[in-house]
């Protein structure tokens, strides 16, 4: 997952905290901006945390972008290049700074 992509999905995923709408997810394996398999990676990886919430509809997403995905975040993170920790940590730093100054 290059820098670009990485950033894509953290500004997406920041504004689908605060107003969450499954279908946006699809869009955006749609549009040429992110690939599907990296959207499915993030759906995977936000599901299986306590914090973000929505875990059945995140499920349903990654389901819907890869058959078969759930249940293999680990596989689908290696072939994105997926950096659990570094996401992790910028996505809440990223919500707690948006939720200070909106």
Sequence with gaps: MTRDHEERL????AAQSR????????????????SREEVAATA???????WYGHKDALFRVAERLCPGAVGKFSERA????????????????????ESRHP
């Design 78 to 97: 290696r072939a994105v290049e997926f950096n659990c920790s570094r996401f992790d940590h910028m996505l809440k730093t990223r919500i707690a700074h």
């Design 10 to 13: 953290l500004a997406f995923s």
């Design 19 to 34: 107003h969450f709408r499954e279908e946006e997810w699809a869009r955006l394996a749609e549009s040429d901006v992110v």
């Design 44 to 50: 995977l990886f936000l599901a299986g945390g306590y």
